[in-house]
């Protein structure tokens, strides 16, 4: 039995994919590794919601590593416009610390053009 990739409950794989997962990466939780749990989370959700065959590797990640460079411009996208409404400091080793609350600038954003970047980067992986 095959999976439908989108029902009439449901968003498009590649739209759910992009959301959480950069949604994930602009909070930045941890020293390192954010970007590979934000790649894994892009797997992992377009393999739940059936978007990639069972048991295919299909490397997403792998064109969104070679083109590093739009995907440093996809997140300065985003963060440049929000930059403004923050109010932060940085200390001598370049930790960060926040002054005011920003969750409302990140719960809807807009993921248009992150969903436009990850369908780019399966039609790389595809091609």
């Known amino acids: 039995m095959t999976q439908r990739l989108v029902t009439p409950n449901m968003t498009d794989a590649v739209v ?3 959301s959480a997962a950069f949604g994930f990466v602009f909070l930045h939780p941890f020293d390192d590794g954010n970007g590979r749990i934000h790649r894994f989370l892009v797997h992992h959700i377009l393999t739940k919601l ?9 490397p ?3 064109a969104m590593l070679r083109e590093q460079e739009a995907y440093d411009r996809i997140l300065e996208r985003y963060s440049s416009s929000v930059l403004s409404f923050i109010s932060y400091d940085l200390d ?3 930790r960060m610390t926040v002054h ?6 990140y719960r809807f954003f807009d993921a248009t053009p992150h969903a436009e970047y990850l369908y780019h980067c399966i039609e790389e992986t595809i091609r």
């Open 16 to 18: 759910a994919a992009a």
């Open 50 to 58: 059936g978007f990639t065959p069972p048991r295919v590797l299909f």
């Open 60 to 62: 997403v990640s792998a």
């Open 92 to 94: 001598a080793e370049g």
């Open 100 to 105: 005011n609350q920003t969750a409302s600038l």
